[in-house]
């Protein structure tokens, strides 16, 4: 059984830092990525890797503030975002894909094939 537990969320004051986990266990995973989701409208791309960090792209919105990287040893992916602004306040989903092959597409959530909980992150002005 996949499970993909998230933690690392919180409140951090604009220019803070925080930094998001995605531990996954059950399957093999080929790539994982990071979404965020406004209220209302559907998961926007932030930031996704292959697991061994062959390859990894960002949105404009977070190069060079935010960082995704993996840990093979613990499963777990993570998403350090620096210099945070209030406009990155959102829920945080990691998703991860079980398959290498030319079907994934880093930026679309549904060539994604689980899902973590999601993990609230505000940003105080």
């Known amino acids: 059984q996949v499970q993909l537990v998230q933690s690392g969320g919180g409140l951090v004051q604009t220019g803070g830092s925080l930094r998001l986990s995605c531990a996954a266990s059950?399957?093999?995973?080929?790539?994982a990525g990071w979404f965020r989701q406004p209220p209302g409208t559907g998961r926007e791309f932030v930031a996704a890797?292959?697991?061994?960090?062959?390859?990894?792209d960002y949105a404009n919105a977070g190069k060079g503030r935010f960082t995704i990287s993996s840990d093979n040893a613990k499963n777990t992916v993570y998403l350090q975002m620096n210099s945070l602004k209030p406009d990155d306040a959102d829920v945080y989903y990691c998703?991860?894909?079980?398959?290498?092959?030319?079907?994934?597409?880093?930026?679309?959530?549904?060539?994604?094939?689980?899902w973590g909980q999601g993990t609230q992150v505000t940003v105080s002005s």
């Open positions: 890797s292959t697991w061994n960090n062959g390859r990894s």
């Open positions: 059950g399957r093999t995973t080929y790539a």
């Open positions: 998703g991860v894909r079980f398959r290498g092959d030319s079907n994934w597409y880093p930026t679309t959530p549904a060539t994604y094939d689980y």
